[in-house]
């Protein structure tokens, strides 16, 4: 994927998310779910749940029946949270490849003590060359800036503006 | 000679530095007619600039033979500009359906008016070359003075129409809030008028001429250049819109770097805990945006890796200290997670986990988007400043006053 395809990819993405002023990392981590689910028609769990091996900080793995499910890490703040949910869903945006669990991993899932061992489990299953997760750190990245930073410089059209003056904007403000 | 060698060419210069600045755009909005005029008119006003240069004079005829080539060829660019000053002033002003009505006229008018002109020159007994002076020199010969008035009245007109256009649209500008649009017209209409001064002058130089009055020649001379030197503002109003409006971004370009240079030392002083989380993405290395946004990441990275070894006595004791010393809220906040994290860094050289934890995992942190960073900012700030945490782990690294969590 180069880059104007992911740029696209993010943008698209984005826009699904509620972006409005008083926004936290909390909410956006909570609608990361949300979009994932939208975007698949599957529904998707997040679980938090500390994790023993601290280089493991999250894991995605499709349930039987093709619902996914997603433990993260629960880190100290909702920003490596969100950054951590947005890694594991762009692993889905780039087409990667979760291992699928049978059904009895689902019925595990009523036994929160269950999921740490599970994400171990998942984690050293998954098999994501390193140039996948690069490729997924990097949208995760510029997703995590789509939505935690404004730096468009354009200013807003001010209502009322007269073709006249677009024009002149369109030719001089580029 | 120099002085309107270096004027001519430098101005030149600048009208293409602003071409090429404004083709990628063009490519980008290839149908847009009003771009399109724009940059007729950057490319003919820079080639009439350049080929007014003496030594550009010189190589014409050099390579033609023809003298005084350069005179019709730098008069016909400068028409073909302000063609393209009347076609940008009807397409800001009317839609483009109804604009390209008017430019249809426009276009076969203003190339007559350089047919006729070429057609005067080649009938002109001009065989004297005058490298800057042409039109004084030759200001009584019939066919050039018709020559020159041709170019004036065509050109006076665009640019009366160019000021116009430019005056109007700064007012709209500032009726509508965009003050950076505002100040890039003015200027725009300020270059404009460095022509039409030198377009005047000239033309009360010509007709004291053909009045026998031969004081003023030297400003015919003068007067060109000084309407040259309208590139100036002219790259002044280029620049004020686009860039005008992107302050913030750089104000903001600007504290992210200071802020990778706040985060650096505590980044640089927890890496080893795990250094296969550092990352830079690849073409991101000079985007500050993205190295604060990796340094937090791996910052999170490190203290889970720290986390056996993040000592609640530690914590306890920056807590008190930290109260002592007058802090509180945010600025108490860091400071005991920077107590606490080199309190760690120290312990976990040493291989020595911190006893288990007796109370529960801190709230979890939240905030706005800038939150996280500014967290992470003071953390590093006190990482490597603040008495209150040198303090802490200076104690706790003592064996007599180490504190036990618990």
Redesign the interface.
């Known amino acids: 994927m180069d880059?104007h395809q992911r740029r696209e990819l993010v943008g698209s993405v984005a826009a699904q998310f509620d972006l409005s002023a008083?926004?936290?990392?909390?909410d956006l981590a909570r609608q990361v779910g949300t979009v994932w689910s939208n975007h698949t028609g599957h529904r998707v769990t997040v679980r938090f749940a500390r994790l023993p091996n601290?280089?493991i900080?999250g894991a995605t793995a499709v349930l039987a029946d093709g619902s996914f499910l997603v433990i993260c890490?629960?880190?100290?703040?909702?920003?490596?949270?969100l950054?951590v949910l947005l890694h594991e869903f762009a692993h889905q945006l780039l087409g990667h490849k979760y291992i699928t669990l049978d059904k009895r991993a689902g019925l595990n899932l009523l036994m929160p003590n269950v999921l740490p061992r599970m994400a171990e489990f998942i984690a050293t299953r998954t098999e994501f060359s390193q140039a996948e997760e690069?490729e997924a750190?990097?949208v995760a990245?510029e997703l995590?800036?789509a939505?935690?930073?404004?730096?468009s410089?354009?200013?807003p059209v001010?209502p009322?503006?007269?073709?006249?003056?677009s024009?002149?904007?369109?030719?001089?403000?580029? | 000679m120099s002085i309107f060698n270096l004027v001519y060419i430098v101005c030149g210069a600048l009208g293409i530095i602003l071409l090429v600045y404004k083709l990628p755009d063009l490519r980008r909005r290839w149908s847009s007619p009003q771009l399109w005029s724009l940059c007729v008119l950057i490319l003919a006003t820079t080639l009439g600039m350049t080929l007014a240069a003496p030594v550009f004079v010189d190589m014409v005829y050099a390579a033609t033979g023809v003298p005084n080539l350069a005179a019709p060829i730098v008069y016909s660019l400068e028409v073909a500009y302000s063609a393209a000053a009347l076609c940008l002033v009807l397409f800001w002003r009317f839609p483009a359906e109804v604009a390209w009505r008017r430019v249809r006229w426009i276009v076969p008018c203003y190339a007559g008016v350089i047919v006729a002109m070429a057609v005067l020159f080649a009938v002109s007994d001009v065989h004297a070359i005058r490298q800057v002076d042409f039109i004084t020199y030759y200001a009584t010969e019939p066919t050039v003075a018709a020559f020159l008035v041709a170019f004036f009245v065509a050109s006076l007109i665009a640019d009366g129409a160019l000021v116009y256009q430019c005056v109007k649209g700064g007012r709209m500008a500032a009726e509508a809030g965009l003050p950076w649009l505002r100040r890039g017209l003015r200027f725009y209409a300020t270059a404009v008028w460095f022509g039409v001064i030198c377009y005047v002058v000239l033309l009360v130089v010509i007709v004291l001429d053909w009045l026998g009055i031969r004081q003023f020649d030297p400003l015919s001379t003068a007067a060109p250049a000084f309407g040259a030197l309208g590139i100036v503002p002219g790259v002044i109003g280029f620049i004020l819109p686009i860039w005008g409006p992107r302050r913030p971004v750089f104000r903001r370009w600007a504290r992210k770097w200071r802020g990778f240079f706040a985060l650096r030392p505590l980044h640089r002083a927890l890496r080893h805990v795990n250094p296969s989380a550092v990352t830079v993405a690849p073409g991101k290395a000079l985007d500050p945006h993205h190295r604060v946004r990796r340094q937090l990441t791996e910052l999170n990275e490190f203290r889970l890796g720290l986390g056996r070894y993040l000592d609640e006595g530690v914590r306890e004791q920056a807590l008190s200290r930290g109260r002592d010393a007058g802090l509180t809220g945010e600025a108490l906040n860091a400071v005991v997670e920077a107590a606490q994290l080199k309190a760690a860094v120290t312990s976990a050289r040493a291989g020595v986990a911190a006893p288990p934890r007796s109370t529960p995992v801190d709230e979890t942190r939240d905030g706005d988007p800038e939150a996280e960073y500014n967290w992470w900012v003071s953390v590093a700030r006190a990482y490597s400043h603040s008495p209150v945490v040198a303090a802490v782990v200076a104690a706790d690294g003592a064996p007599n006053t180490k504190l036990v969590g618990g």
């Open positions: 880059k008083d926004v936290t990392y909390r601290e280089h900080t890490v629960d880190s100290q703040g909702w920003h490596f949270r950054q690069a750190e990097t990245d995590l800036a939505l935690t930073e404004n730096r410089p354009t200013q001010p009322g503006t007269s073709d006249n003056l024009r002149l904007r369109e030719t001089l403000e580029h």
